[in-house]
C-alpha cells in the first residue's frame, strides 16, 4: 500500500492530490491518505453551491470552496478536521461497502478508548452524534472511499458557513446542525491529544 501524508493545507491542493492518487499512483498499488485542510467547504459533485453554502459568510472568513468528484453533501474542514482516503483497485461489486472502508476508523478510535459505530448509509457516529461522514467514486473497478473526522472542530463556524434545510433538521429531531454533530476530542479519555496525535493513531 502506498501512504500518503499530504504537508499542504491547501485545499484546492490535497482535492488535486487525491484525484491523482486515483488515476496515476493506484495502478502501482492500493493507496492510503490523511491530509487536513485549512477552513473550507467540500461540495459533492452534484451539488448547487447556492443551496448549501452561506457564500457572504466564507468570502467575509476566507473559507474556500472547492468541490469533489464524489457525490454526498457539503462539509465543513479546519485545521482540526482530519481527512483520509482509500483507494482500492480489483474490488469490482463492492462499490459503496461503506462499512468495511470505515473499519480502520472505527477500530483506531476503539484503541483510544471510544466506542463509535456506523449508522445509516454511510456515517460514523459517537453516542448518536455524527463526527464523520463516508463518500465514494468508483470508476472501473477502482474505488475511492474518503470521510472527514471532526476531531476538535469550531462547530460555531459550521454552523455559519453551511446552509442547512430546516426540514431536514426537523425530519432527525433535532434543534440545530450543532447539537446533530460531535467532535472526537470530547469522548477521548486523552483530553490533551491533539489531531497530530490522532494522525499518529489513524496512521498505525
Not at 52 to 65: A, G, H, L, S, T
Request: aromatic share 8%; proline share 2%; hydrophobic share 35%.
Amino acid at each position: 500500500m502506498i501512504y500518503i501524508e499530504s504537508k499542504s493545507n491547501d485545499p484546492r491542493y490535497n482535492t488535486a492530490l487525491e484525484l491523482y492518487a486515483f488515476n496515476e499512483l493506484a495502478k502501482k498499488d492500493d493507496v492510503f491518505m490523511l491530509w487536513i485542510n485549512s477552513p473550507c467547504i467540500v461540495v459533492g459533485k452534484n451539488q448547487n453551491t447556492t443551496e448549501e453554502v452561506n457564500q457572504r459568510f466564507c468570502d467575509d472568513n476566507d473559507i474556500k470552496i472547492v468541490r469533489r468528484v464524489s457525490g454526498g453533501g457539503a462539509v465543513y474542514h479546519d485545521l482540526n478536521n482530519l481527512n483520509y482516503t482509500i483507494i482500492s483497485n480489483g474490488r469490482s461489486g463492492e462499490e459503496f461497502d461503506f462499512k468495511s472502508f470505515s473499519q480502520p476508523v472505527i477500530d483506531a478510535l476503539v484503541s483510544l478508548g471510544v466506542k463509535a459505530e456506523f449508522t445509516g448509509r454511510n456515517d460514523l457516529e459517537i453516542d448518536g452524534q455524527k463526527f464523520c461522514g463516508n463518500a465514494q467514486y468508483v470508476r472501473s473497478g477502482r474505488i475511492m472511499h474518503h470521510g472527514c473526522l471532526m476531531f476538535d472542530v469550531d462547530t460555531s463556524v459550521l454552523a455559519n458557513a453551511l446552509k442547512v434545510s430546516k426540514d431536514k433538521i426537523e425530519s432527525k429531531g433535532i434543534k440545530s446542525v450543532r447539537s446533530r454533530v460531535t467532535n472526537i476530542k470530547n469522548h477521548l479519555p486523552n483530553q490533551e491529544m491533539t489531531v497530530a496525535d490522532f494522525v499518529v493513531a489513524l496512521k498505525k
